[in-house]
């Protein structure tokens, strides 16, 4: 029998392809534009996951611009565990106990600047299927080791004009929702600016909730590549790199103990350098 939903993953998991390949054309010409002329070149690495499916890797390091940027895609199907059954049963979703088989496709990435001025960011989009529900998620959040309140301001005006096309309440809902996603318990504070972060999002118009995914996607770019060009070239100090390097240790406890997704994809096998992808190449510990 086919699955109604075939059609509507194709079309997801073709997009968060689309929207890959854009970014990493936008962030190999802020490398050629701020460095030899030359672009910089993203090694691009497959992905498997051993009970279906898999992607692509897509990072770059070393850069002038970039010390670390990876921006990675999926689309993966299986059979969740046990864990992650239970995880999905308590947060709402039908069905796990008689059918715990699962889709899923989106795009992940995280930036880690050369300078201390240009600040890290987060962005990904997903799909989820299961034979009981289908939603998506993601979101985008801003993570300066020194802010700038009009980056700031700038960032999240952004992803407001994105959530305000599609909902009145969205930018508010989903704003508060980051605030409390991207809070660091064991450290008491946030581990950025924040932005916009959902979850579960299943309105029951599936048109709609893909629509605004792709216009999250849409606003990433003019989001944070300005920021970086009018940061990249401000000079530093080591008291800065100092800041900077703290700061990702934050962002590097945040995702080994909290993240949803970097749980997500470990207890369901996919591969582990893919899924650790978002891990600062340098941190520092006090």
Known sequence: MTDPFDSRKTRASAWFRTLRDQIVAAFET?????????????????????????????????????????????????????????????????????????????ISLVAHMVNPHAPAVHMNTRMFWTPGAAWFGGGSDLNPALEYPEDTAHFHARMQAACDAHGADYYTKFKAWADEYFFVPHRGRARGVGGIFYDDLDTGDWEADFAFTQSVGKAFIPAFVPLVERRCATPWTDADRETQLTHRGLYAEYNLVYDRGTRFGLETGHDANAVLMSLPPIAKWH
Request: charged fraction near 20%.
């Open 30 to 106: 802020l490398e050629a534009g701020h460095g030899t002329g030359q672009p910089g070149v993203f090694e691009v690495i497959p992905t498997t996951r051993a009970d279906g499916g898999g992607g692509l890797m897509s990072v770059l390091r070393g850069g002038r611009v970039f010390e670390k940027v990876g921006v990675n895609i999926s689309t993966v199907h299986g059979t969740l565990g046990d864990r992650a059954q239970k995880a999905m049963a308590a947060r709402g979703v039908p069905g796990m106990a008689d059918d715990p088989r699962f889709w899923a496709s989106g």
